[in-house]
Structure formats: structure tokens, C-alpha cells
T-cell receptor, first 112, second 113 residues
Framework: LAKTTQPISMDSYEGQEVNITCSHN???????ITWYQQFPSQGPRFIIQ???TKVTNEVASLFIPADRKSSTLSLPRVSLSDTAVYYC?????????????FGTGTLLAVQP | EPEVTQTPSHQVTQMGQEVILRCVPI?????FYWYRQILGQKVEFLVS????????KSEIFDDQFSVERPDGSNFTLKIRSTKLEDSAMYFC???????????FGQGTRLTVV
């Protein structure tokens, strides 16, 4: 499974767009990129998943460049309730293993 | 929105006792998981379960751990003889197919004293 690197923490203010970048230099051909969010004392919650280019849903966008060695989670107009840990996960979950491997994540702190 | 339900939310047990953590996955899901998170640490994979058998387990999931899907709706994690280091949040997760969204429960906080 590809190792991921993301910032330990980020600060933002309400109403701003936040971009969290994750690097995954050893991503394999069959690997997908998935982002999860976790609030304190709660289970992780799926945000978005993509393979290449751009994916958008009602809560976020995921930008993946052509070489797929990094990805950026974009959260538009964050609010205080977006304060959480954000995890970037990379793996072939349709292959021999379908487990999720979590790193340390990025703690996003949104200030008023 | 459908959700994964875990009970109890908090369990305190004495070292050496057996505990059973219970989960009700989303009804049409086929893949089931247990993860744990020691306070302040990463979420760690324990075991995956599909078609009534374990499909993968981690090094953490030793002989003291077992999983069962006794009745087609519940999914349980048993720890036979708890140790202090088993204290953690235990999360159950389910998904209907591989490479789809995994839904996590709210967790059971296990405290071994």
C-alpha cells in the first residue's frame, strides 16, 4: 500500500476555501485515493474518492494531477463544524485487500 | 441516511475478563470490518469479514480476538481475556462492495482496568 504524507495541521477561518494536499509518490496503477473525516470520539466518515482528474460531490472536490503522485482535497467555505482530522488514504481496495490504512491525518482547525 | 450501530457506547471491564462488542451493519452490506483507535493514535485495521469468514486480519488480531456474524444482522467482536493495552475506541464498519464507501459506527470505548 502506498505511503501518504500530509500536513499534520492547518488553520483556517470560517468562509474560506481550504485545500489539503497529500503526497503519495508510490501510488500503484490500481490504487484509488480516498479521503475521510473524523471528529473527536466518532468514527471516520467518507468524504470523497477518486482515481484521476477531478471529482466533486456536495461537500468537497478532489483534484488529482496526471501523474497521480499527489492529490488535493478542497473544502469550499469552511465552517466551525468542519474542524476535524482529515485522512488521505491510497490503496487498491478492489484487489486482494480491502482494508483501509489510516495515517496520522491533518488536523484542520477552523476559527471564527 | 443508513447507519452502522454499535453497542455499548462505553464498556468498562476488568483485566482478564471477556468482552463482546456488538455492531449492526447496514442491512444490504456484504463486507464488515473492525478497527480500533487507541487514544491519540491512528485508526488501526483489525479484521475484515466477508461471506461468513475472515478475509484478512492484522497482527493485532491474535488468538484473543474473534469475530462472528451470528444471525445475519449482528457482527460481533469478542476479546477473550482483556489486557490493559486493549483499552481503545473500537469501530465497526461496513460496505456493500469493495472500493465503495465504508460506513463507520460511532464506536465503543473500551476501558480495561
Amino acid at each position: 500500500l502506498a505511503k501518504t504524507t500530509q500536513p499534520i495541521s492547518m488553520d483556517s477561518y470560517e468562509g474560506q476555501e481550504v485545500n489539503i494536499t497529500c503526497s503519495h509518490n508510490n501510488i500503484a496503477t490500481n490504487d484509488y485515493i480516498t479521503w475521510y473525516q473524523q471528529f473527536p470520539s466518532q468514527g471516520p466518515r467518507f468524504i470523497i474518492q477518486g482515481y484521476k482528474t477531478k471529482v466533486t460531490n456536495e461537500v468537497a472536490s478532489l483534484f488529482i494531477p496526471a501523474d497521480r503522485k499527489s492529490s488535493t482535497l478542497s473544502l469550499p467555505r469552511v465552517s466551525l463544524s468542519d474542524t476535524a482530522v482529515y485522512y488521505c488514504l491510497v490503496g487498491d481496495r478492489g484487489g486482494a485487500t480491502n482494508k483501509l490504512i489510516f495515517g496520522t491525518g491533518t488536523l484542520l482547525a477552523v476559527q471564527p | 441516511e443508513p447507519e452502522v450501530t454499535q453497542t455499548p457506547s462505553h464498556q468498562v471491564t476488568q483485566m482478564g475478563q471477556e468482552v463482546i462488542l456488538r455492531c449492526v451493519p447496514i442491512s444490504n452490506h456484504l463486507y464488515f470490518y473492525w478497527y480500533r483507535q487507541i487514544l491519540g493514535q491512528k485508526v488501526e485495521f483489525l479484521v475484515s469479514f466477508y461471506n461468513n469468514e475472515i478475509s484478512e486480519k492484522s497482527e493485532i488480531f491474535d488468538d484473543q480476538f474473534s469475530v462472528e456474524r451470528p444471525d445475519g444482522s449482528n457482527f460481533t467482536l469478542k476479546i477473550r481475556s482483556t489486557k490493559l493495552e486493549d483499552s481503545a475506541m473500537y469501530f465497526c464498519a461496513s460496505e456493500w462492495s469493495m472500493n465503495t464507501e465504508a460506513f463507520f459506527g460511532q464506536g465503543t470505548r473500551l476501558t480495561v482496568v
